[in-house]
């Protein structure tokens, strides 16, 4: 039973809307990141966290934001969404090393 | 750059064979890595891992070898199950929050 939740797990939205995705975990987990995957491709780090009031940029280039104001929710919010926006996105946290990731959130921008 | 690749894009192996999964990396400096198994619609789930001072380490079905003379890498899978069909990835981890990603394996069992 995964204890990284991510909501909701699929969303089909117009473009230019404003969304975001949710991300809690229950393990008292540190680090918190955010990955953005095609269908069997690659992740790619889009957002990272240290910690409480602590965000960073990852290796993607990305129209998203993020928040850490609470240890366990780490969310990403999309100010406008566009069709290139279309993906799956997953969350996970570690201590060191190992990953612990959602099911991810497949978004669809029509 | 900085890159963990893998050799085959999809691996079709019959049931009960052994699998063997390839990665290389071109990082001397990574010091820990881990396999991930990621089946259709969920996130990566991790499998196995080894630090840079081991070359092999066996879990369940499961071994990992390192051999950090070629930076290579390699999950093998004793007796493969339907149920071990999915996307396998390495990641190569450097320290901080440098962890790559490679760009995936898929596995397909035949029954």
């Known amino acids: 039973e995964a204890d990284i939740y991510q909501t909701p797990r699929y969303l089909v939205i117009g473009t230019g809307k404003k969304i975001t995705l949710e991300c809690s975990q229950t393990m008292g987990h540190d680090k918190m990141y955010w990955y953005q995957q095609d269908p069997g491709m690659e992740l790619h780090l889009i957002h990272y966290s240290y910690g409480v009031n602590s965000t960073e940029k990852g290796d993607l280039s990305s129209e998203s934001t993020v928040s850490r104001i609470r240890t366990e929710h780490f969310p990403l919010t999309l100010e406008s969404a566009r069709p290139s926006h279309t993906s799956q996105y997953l969350c996970?946290?570690?201590?060191?090393?190992?990953?612990?990731f959602g099911s991810g959130t497949r978004l669809t921008v029509v | 750059g900085e890159s963990v690749g893998l050799h085959l894009p999809t691996l079709s192996v019959q049931e009960g064979d052994n699998s063997i999964i390839n990665c290389a990396y071109s990082?001397?400096?990574?010091?820990?890595f881990i396999w991930y198994k990621q089946e259709s619609g969920k996130g990566p789930q991790f499998i196995i891992d080894?630090?840079?001072?081991?070359d092999k380490r066996q879990g369940q079905r499961v071994t990992v070898l390192l051999n950090k003379t070629v930076k290579h890498l390699s999950l093998q899978i004793a007796a493969t199950q339907p149920g071990d069909s999915a996307v396998y990835f390495c990641a190569e981890h450097t320290g901080g929050f440098k962890t790559i990603f490679g760009a995936g394996t898929r596995l397909f069992v035949k029954a």
């Open positions: 080894i630090r840079s001072n081991m």
């Open positions: 996970a946290s570690s201590v060191t090393g190992a990953y612990t």
């Open positions: 990082n001397s400096a990574s010091d820990y």
